[in-house]
């Protein structure tokens, strides 16, 4: 019997699962047609809707009574981009550290969550935080350098005029 390992809602793999479990899983609720799953083995992940050996399940639930049926799959699965979504997370550090610490941090917090949302095969949030990260590195560039220059510039008078000239 085929072993799978699956990521779960809280991004954490589980298993190996034998397919029984995962069944199992399935009718309590615990998992459904969007969570990622892969065989022992396999290197790539896939939603669990798209194997077939559990879309067999999912039609056979259906015609069971209504009292003791498992809520129905979502149909659709969403499939993964065909281009990786960019994380930010070296410019959210480097605008944080060097430009601008207050408005850098929600750069980091949402740079830090994609590579979990990803995993947990929830790309169009993945996406979502990807676009913030990145709003928030040239907010803090934004402001970050102006400011900088501003503070050199007063530095340097306050130097020129402290030494004289």
């Known amino acids: 019997m085929s072993q799978y390992i699956i990521i779960g809602g809280d991004g954490r793999e589980y298993g190996p699962k034998d397919e029984t479990e995962v069944r199992e899983w399935i009718e309590q609720g615990r998992l459904n047609a969007l969570s990622q799953i892969k065989e022992v083995g396999e290197d790539e992940w896939v939603s669990l809707g798209s194997r077939p050996e559990f879309a067999v399940q999912h039609s056979n639930e259906t015609s069971a009574p209504p009292e003791t049926s498992a809520p129905p799959l979502p149909s659709g699965p969403s499939a993964p981009p065909t ?32 590579d979990n949302l990803m995993r947990m095969g929830q790309y169009a949030e993945a996406q979502e935080c990807s676009r913030k990260a990145k709003m928030w590195c040239w907010i803090s560039f934004g402001i970050g350098i102006p400011a900088n220059i501003i503070v050199f510039i007063l530095q340097f008078t306050a130097e020129f005029a402290n030494s004289g000239f």
């Not at 979504?85 to 740079?111: N, W």
Request: hydrophobic share 45%.
């Open 83 to 114: 281009y990786q979504i960019p994380t930010y997370l070296a410019q959210s550090i480097l605008v944080t550290l060097c430009c601008c610490l207050p408005v850098g941090i929600p750069a980091i917090v949402y740079a830090s969550r994609i």
